[in-house]
């Protein structure tokens, strides 16, 4: 899992049914049908770390995140 554009990030989450809920300084707060909660910076880009716990947040693999963003 490489770093990746905020664009595409946003992107994959809006894709799974993510809704932008607020935006807070720099990170913009999303909200899952199943009421979970994702945080993301919303940064030039996302680094690795952050992106994996993203996608921890988001109940989403690796592989599903790839399918979303291509």
Do not use: W
């Amino acid at each position: 899992m490489l770093d990746h554009p905020f664009r595409k990030v946003e992107q994959a989450l809006l894709k799974a049914g993510f809704v932008c809920v607020r935006t807070k300084g720099s990170h913009v707060v999303y909200r899952g049908a199943a009421g979970n909660v994702v945080v993301v910076p919303h940064h030039g880009t996302v680094k690795r770390g952050t992106l994996a716990s993203i996608l921890r947040q988001a109940g989403l693999t690796a592989a599903e995140f790839q399918d979303l963003i291509s």
